[in-house]
């Protein structure tokens, strides 16, 4: 499968600040990828390189197929991009700023800006600088969406918004995924968890992982051991045992590498006077805390995957 | 194209209330300032400066003032454009969508061409017409000054721009720029203290023209291409340096013997200039600055200018040479205008030394030598018109207008003002009779066949022997008042004191100079002996002998 978006060793630093470090990532043609963090981990930053409004200060990326120091002008006819901080035309009403956008872009579709406009309920005589944060945001998703773009760029779309503007704007983005891909940021994991095919975390500049949905939550697994006496955690557990912890007879801990039965004869293995193990299947959130609360220096990988810089 | 007619109309449609004041203060401009042209007789100075702007009374004050607020428009028309889509910041929505930089650009561009220079051709062309002067007869002075337009005040106000995000900080940058120029004139007075004014030659007009544009434009090119704003400084800011440079260390200084030859053996001088040693003329030096700097005065009387010819003195250096072989050379510096017609008269000239320098040559005889930089004129032929009640054109010159009497004599004129198109008026010199009576109840006089034999001779000069198309200005119109010499007072005997007045009907004599060549000449003065100083509070008085 091709990649929407490539980078190799993507670095970015403001002075002395490293706000990303040497990501690899691949997101593949015709995903739903969801790049997830705290706030301050680097998404924005990564992002505003993707698009060439930095330059990267060491390694390279690629998005649909051209460096990202040479996006620009035309190749937007093929991008949507929409961010939270983004500025818009706020002295144009909705239906100027519709008018203007589409001088630009020539796979505009007026159909489906007739539609969006529908869709979001958009006030077309109204300036954009009298809009709602909400409103405002759909009406960037309308004029971002109605070229038909191959790839969606959104930096914390949904930040902010109430859960009903919130979900018609995941509904406009669902209905657009059968035809372009889309890259979004987020620091709630809930709000992507849905609709995600992808995900990647980054933590500092750093990438730890980043792979499709189903296999990461096939992977990971919240493991609770029952032992027949209290006994002190042993040592050297494999790493990709996260936040090992005891209370009397039991062990708990997140398995960040589990594969079905492998890792259950390795638990057997491990524990050999064990009465009962229990392996529960985890959410997205529970997976992210846990990872976050696990030391953040080394990153759980999936076998046979790097520690960061994973390609999905 | 599309995308940049795109562009153009966007902007075109949000700042058409800038435009319109842009265009209002333009209109208003064009509509007040030919009413100072009327009241030319209250200027008391020559073409120049402030007297040129805010001359004329109320009227002049609103139109200098219009001068004044023209560029401010601009300035701000400029910011809104350029800021509509900013280069500094990483935010703008524009940034990610399908923008190509040159047709950006282009777009802005057009802009400019559309609202502010098509305006302003329209209006110098205008301020023609009402001059009277037919404008396709000056396209090329009115390019020029477009050109100079946008290189001094629109290019620096587009880069700057360019190079901010707002115009608040546009404007900040712009008052630090003030002050920048502000230390580099304080730092150039001071390095340069011994210069009383710097020639002009090509490091100090056409190399500066270039530099400014090219700096400028570089830096605008980058910022556009790259958006990467600290880069897109280093143009403007290597500009600012190499032309603080250029001011600073005046390579013109360099040129004077390219740009005024030497004379060359066995060729005579174009004039023959002395030491005037009677003791009459013999000024003190003065002492500015808490007597860091003196200004000593030379007497010097020049004759032997050929006939058919006039000699302009551009520039002079000051050599002194001590008995002990001790050397002090002054920089070449710019006389105050000396124009000479064949005869013989006085002039001095002055020049600026340190006090060091004054002290240790001041009680030895000392070797003077001048060198004089002098650019011979070729006299055209005279024209002679019998001064109307009301404009009148003078070939070659402009369109000139008698000025009302002081005493509200309607037949009786105190002094003539005359317009030039785009420029001042190539060197002319212009004599008038000036009547010690009362003008004649009844018309315009005929011109008499032969030159006038009574009266009073007023001498003018005015204009200037550049041969540039034109010379900038907001205004395409220059107003040269002619400042006849005996005008202010008549001396005649009586009960009262009248001044000196031109009756309708008197001539008018106009005769132009054509520069021919560049030259140089010298004066040797031996056994020299610095003027002592002045006492305090001091002061020369000069007599003009023409």
Redesign the interface.
């Known amino acids: 499968m091709n990649s929407a978006i490539l980078t190799e060793n993507l670095t970015r630093r403001f002075g002395k600040t490293i706000a990303v470090d040497s990501i690899n990532l691949a997101v593949p043609e015709g995903t739903i990828y969801a790049l997830v963090g705290a706030n301050g981990a680097g998404k924005t930053t990564l992002i505003k390189t993707l698009m060439n409004i930095f330059s990267p200060s060491a390694g390279r990326a690629q998005v649909l197929g051209a460096c990202s120091l040479r996006l620009s002008g035309r190749a937007f006819t093929r991008i949507g991009y929409v961010s939270e901080n983004q500025e818009m035309p706020d002295w144009m009403t909705v239906r100027a700023m519709l008018d203007y956008f589409r001088g630009f872009y020539p796979t505009w579709d007026r159909d489906l800006e007739a539609q969006l406009v529908r869709q979001f309920d958009l006030p077309l005589k109204r300036k954009l600088k009298h809009l709602s944060r909400g409103m405002k945001m759909k009406a960037a998703f309308a004029s971002s969406l109605a070229y038909r773009p191959s790839l969606i760029v959104l930096d914390e779309p949904f930040s902010g918004l109430d859960p009903l503007v919130r979900d018609e704007l995941i509904e406009g983005l669902i209905e657009r995924a059968p035809e372009t891909t889309i890259f979004l940021s987020s620091h709630d994991l809930a709000e992507i968890e849905s609709f995600s095919s992808h995900v990647g975390y980054l933590e500092q500049g750093r990438l730890l992982f980043s792979e499709e949905m189903a296999v990461l939550t096939e992977r990971f697994r919240e493991v609770t051991i029952t032992l027949r006496a209290p006994a002190p955690l042993p040592a050297n557990l494999p790493a990709a045992w996260l936040q090992p912890q005891t209370v009397d007879c039991v062990l708990r801990f997140v398995h960040s590498s589990y594969n079905g039965e492998p890792s259950e004869a390795e638990l057997r293995a491990v524990f050999p006077t064990a009465t009962d193990i229990r392996l529960d299947a985890m959410p997205l959130r529970s997976i992210f805390l846990a990872i976050a609360k696990s030391g953040r220096n080394h990153a759980p990988s999936a076998p046979g995957q790097t520690p960061r810089g994973n390609e999905a | 194209m599309?995308?940049i007619l795109?562009i153009f109309l966007?902007d075109a449609r949000?700042f058409w209330p800038e435009i319109l004041v842009s265009l209002a203060v333009l209109t208003a401009f064009i509509r007040i300032y030919p009413h100072t042209w009327l009241d030319a007789d209250r200027m008391e100075a020559e073409v120049s400066g402030f007297s040129r702007v805010f001359g004329g009374g109320a009227m002049g004050f609103l139109a200098g003032t219009l001068v004044v607020l023209v560029p401010i428009t601009w300035w701000v028309l400029i910011s809104r454009v350029i800021h509509a889509e900013r280069l500094v910041g990483?935010?703008?929505?524009w940034?990610?969508?399908?923008?190509?930089?040159k047709k950006l650009l282009a777009a802005k561009f057009i802009f400019l061409a559309a609202f502010l220079f098509l305006p302003f051709f329209i209006a110098q062309s205008l301020l023609l017409v009402e001059a009277g002067f037919n404008p396709f007869h000056y396209l090329p002075g009115l390019l020029c000054n477009l050109a100079c337009a946008a290189v001094t005040i629109v290019l620096p106000l587009v880069a700057l721009s360019a190079l901010t995000s707002s115009f608040p900080k546009l404007t900040l940058v712009i008052l630090g720029i003030i002050l920048f120029i502000a230390g580099v004139a304080a730092l150039e007075a001071w390095l340069q203290s011994d210069s009383i004014g710097s020639v002009s030659g090509p490091f100090g007009d056409y190399i500066s023209f270039l530099v400014i544009l090219c700096g400028l434009g570089a830096a605008i090119v980058l910022q556009y291409a790259t958006r990467?704003t600290l880069i897109s400084w280093l143009p403007l800011i290597s500009t600012a340096v190499l032309l603080s440079a250029l001011a600073l260390l005046d390579p013109d200084q360099a040129l004077m013997n390219h740009t005024y030859p030497r004379p060359t053996a066995g060729v005579a001088a174009p004039l023959q200039i002395a030491y005037n040693a009677d003791p009459i003329h013999q000024p003190p030096a003065f002492g500015p600055k808490q007597e860091k700097d003196l200004d000593i005065t030379i007497p010097l009387r020049e004759s032997n200018v050929a006939d058919g010819y006039a000699v302009v003195s551009d520039a002079f250096q000051v050599t002194i040479e001590g008995p002990d072989g001790s050397r002090w050379q002054s920089p070449w510096q710019a006389t105050d205008i000396q124009r000479f017609l064949p005869g013989s008269n006085p002039f001095n000239i002055g020049f600026r030394i340190r006090r060091a320098v004054y002290d240790k040559f001041k009680s030895v005889p000392v070797k003077l030598h001048i060198a004089f930089a002098l650019t011979p004129a070729r006299a055209g032929a005279a024209i002679t018109v019998p001064v109307p009640a009301g404009d009148f054109s003078v070939p070659g010159f402009g369109v000139c207008s008698p000025q009302g009497a002081w005493f509200g004599d309607p037949r009786a004129i105190s002094q003539i003002s005359c317009r030039s198109a785009l420029r001042q008026p190539p060197l002319t010199f212009a004599t008038v009779l000036w009547t010690q009576e009362s003008c004649p109840a009844s018309g315009p006089a005929p011109l008499p066949d032969e030159p006038a034999s009574t009266g009073v001779l007023g001498a003018a000069w005015a204009g200037t022997l550049d041969n540039d198309p034109a010379e900038f200005g907001i205004t395409s119109v220059w107003q040269t008042y002619l400042p006849f010499t005996n005008r202010a007072v008549n001396f005649r005997p009586g009960p009262t004191l009248a001044p000196n007045l031109i009756c309708l009907g008197s001539p008018l004599t106009v005769t132009q100079y054509h520069a021919v060549a560049r030259t140089q000449a010298d004066l040797d003065i031996p056994g020299f002996h610095l003027p002592p100083i002045a006492k305090e509070g001091a002061y020369a008085l000069s007599i003009e002998t023409r």
């Open positions: 599309k995308q795109h966007k949000r990483n935010t703008q929505f940034l990610t969508r399908p923008y190509e930089w990467k």
